[in-house]
């Protein structure tokens, strides 16, 4: 997906996916203060030598996770604003491909975010839709319809990040009933409420 990724042996990758493969699924059975890494490394038909190899502990196991889950959706939304003419598209395009990126991956992100549990998924996607909204914001400047309207920015941001990822997870776990295309245009028409 990425130069980084690119340039990482394959073998790494693999193992990497079977680690995080197998997470998901014992994520799935039980609480993450049971999942050991003798249990994770069984599951993953990886010996515990090879997870220490890639992460120091369960926790580290998460971080890392969460960094990647970031940079892949950073890069997503990246590739999304270099084509695009104007703002309206532009926002409109990144949530589709967002979207399209996390069906693909729906299994994963489903687990991952409903999960309460394990906060550090949810609230690093928290903080990067905050940051993509706090852009958008600067970016409208004094022409915002929502400064216009009176809406405290900070008040708008708490509300549009955590509708995103709460109508991301709801859509998740109702299995996707809507393409990622028309969710992406349902935000569009939610956002101009305003």
Sequence with gaps: MNNKKQDTDPRILRTRQLIRD???ELLQERDV???SVNRLAERATINRVTFYLHYRDIPD????MADNMIEDISIVLDQSTESQRSDEETNWRSMEN???YIAENANFYKTILSSRRVPIFRDRLLMLLTDK????????????NIIKAGIKKD?????DSAALIGTIVAWLQNDMP???SFLAKQFSLLHHRV
């Design 98 to 100: 967002v979207l399209k």
């Design 155 to 159: 008040v708008l941001i708490w509300y």
């Design 22 to 24: 197998a997470f998901v």
């Design 61 to 64: 196991m998460l971080e890392k």
């Design 33 to 35: 203060e049971k999942i």
């Design 178 to 180: 809507y393409t990622p």
């Design 133 to 144: 909204i706090v852009s958008a914001l600067e970016n409208k400047g004094s022409e915002s």
